[in-house]
């Protein structure tokens, strides 16, 4: 392996350590529930889920689950607008 490749991969290593550099703009995700599967979508500071608790909630345990899984990679919910 060439030492460019070298430099590239400890810097990769450094990346994702420090999570503070990422910041997730948009994704999908299924969230195998106890009851079923449910899709979840992300959208800059925005929740989506397909289950019936967020359509009343606009909150959900599978946003909820996401938020803790992706913490300080997805805007705090307090700092979201709407
Ligand atoms: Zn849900």
Redesign the pocket.
Same mark, same amino acid.
């Given at each position: 392996m060439d030492y460019g490749m070298i430099g590239k991969i400890e810097k990769a290593r450094r990346y994702a350590e420090e999570k503070d550099r990422i910041q997730f703009e948009a994704f999908s995700v299924r969230l195998d529930?106890d009851h079923g599967p !449910?899709v979840?979508h992300y959208d800059n500071g925005s929740w989506q889920?397909?289950?019936n608790?967020?359509k009343t909630r606009g909150v959900?345990? !599978?946003?909820m689950a996401m938020e803790r899984v992706l913490e300080g990679m997805v805007l705090e919910p307090a700092a979201v607008e709407d």
């Open positions: 529930g !449910h979840v889920c397909d289950c608790f967020f959900c345990s !599978h946003t």
